[in-house]
C-alpha cells in the first residue's frame, strides 16, 4: 500500500492509455500496462492532467480540486495500480 504525501513530487509512468466503454457511468475503463483498470471519474481525472513527460507535486495536484485529502486517496489508488510513480523532489 503506498502513501502520498503533498511534499512529495508525482508522475505518471510513461504509457500510452486507451479508454474504453465502460458500463458504469460513474467509472472509467481504460488499457494501460497490458491490462484493464477501472478507475473512478477523479482518478481518471487526475491521472488525464499529469503531464506524460515532467512531474506535479502533491500540492498542485490537490488543487485540481477536492483539497488534499481526496488527492492522496486518488494518488494513492493510481500508485497501487502502477499508473502513478513518486521522484525524488531535488529542490
Not at 466503454?21 to 488525464?48: C, N
Request: proline share 3%; with cysteine; net charge negative.
Amino acid at each position: 500500500m503506498n502513501v502520498a504525501d503533498k511534499t512529495q513530487v508525482f508522475r505518471r509512468v510513461p504509457f500510452e492509455v486507451v479508454t474504453l466503454y465502460s458500463m458504469q457511468p460513474d467509472r472509467r475503463e481504460i488499457f494501460a500496462l497490458g491490462r484493464v483498470h477501472s478507475l473512478t471519474r477523479s482518478e481518471y481525472a487526475v491521472l488525464s492532467a499529469m503531464p506524460r513527460m515532467g512531474a506535479m507535486r502533491g500540492s498542485e495536484i490537490a488543487e485540481l480540486g477536492g483539497g488534499w485529502e481526496s488527492a492522496a486517496e486518488i494518488l494513492e489508488s493510481l500508485m497501487d495500480c502502477d499508473l502513478v510513480t513518486t521522484v525524488e523532489n531535488r529542490t
